[in-house]
């Protein structure tokens, strides 16, 4: 068995974006790197409008506290790491890292934090690192569910605990049909010269067929305890925003 076939892809190859399973990376670091400067007001969308507040109390609910040092992978513009700066407080530290070059120079100027470019199968970090990690709405983007959890496990410390914010494909299927046209209609809205562009329509659309292919919650969750993860819990809210919480024992 090659390394390629190991791999616990997030969702098939999607061939209206790329040939092949090799081209996942660089067409994802593409799309992030192009859209980065209008990713604000296009994130918004994508997670239909859910906000400060409710990534917050998600960091709250599964156990961050003042004092904690936190990883946010993937942290795109900020967004989840600064509610996290505003929990962890001066005695604690968050530390941001994305593949995105453009991403990092977004949030680059709107918080004073650590940044790194890195990858989230191979973060660029000691063992026992951190008390606290999170990925926010990009776990369909890896390129190994299960390097990428084993990577998590490594860098937490012992006790620590993962978050994981993602978008899954509701089964109930009346809900399922409304966000399906929601997405269409934001596909076509944000294409508009002016309003957004060609890349950002091209980013919703992506993101609307990853969520339609991904894995499912028991995928997820038993990967996690594959890799050693202990007390694994999911929450979801309207069957579509997900938390999944995790321990390193």
Known sequence: MTQTDEKLVPHPHLKQFYEGESQREEFVNRIFDDTASKYDPVNSILSLGSGIRYRKQALIRSGLT???DVLDVATGTG???AAEISIVGPKGSVTG???SYNMLIEV????????IQGDANVLPFANNSFHFLTMGYALRHVD???GTFKEYFRVLKPGGILLILELMRPTNKMIYRIVQLYFRLMVAL???PGIGGKNEGRLIKYYWNTID???GSSTIINTLCE??????TSHQKFNFFTTYIAVKP
């Not at 680059?108 to 650590?114: A, D, E, H, T, W």
């Not at 890799?227 to 694994?232: A, M």
């Open 66 to 68: 003042s004092g904690m």
């Open 213 to 215: 292919k991904f894995v």
């Open 144 to 146: 190994d569910l299960k």
């Open 190 to 192: 944000i294409s508009i």
């Open 97 to 99: 890292l994305d593949r």
């Open 79 to 81: 967004l989840v790491a």
């Open 108 to 115: 680059g100027n709107k918080l004073n934090i650590p940044l």
């Open 227 to 232: 890799t050693g993860f202990e007390e694994v």
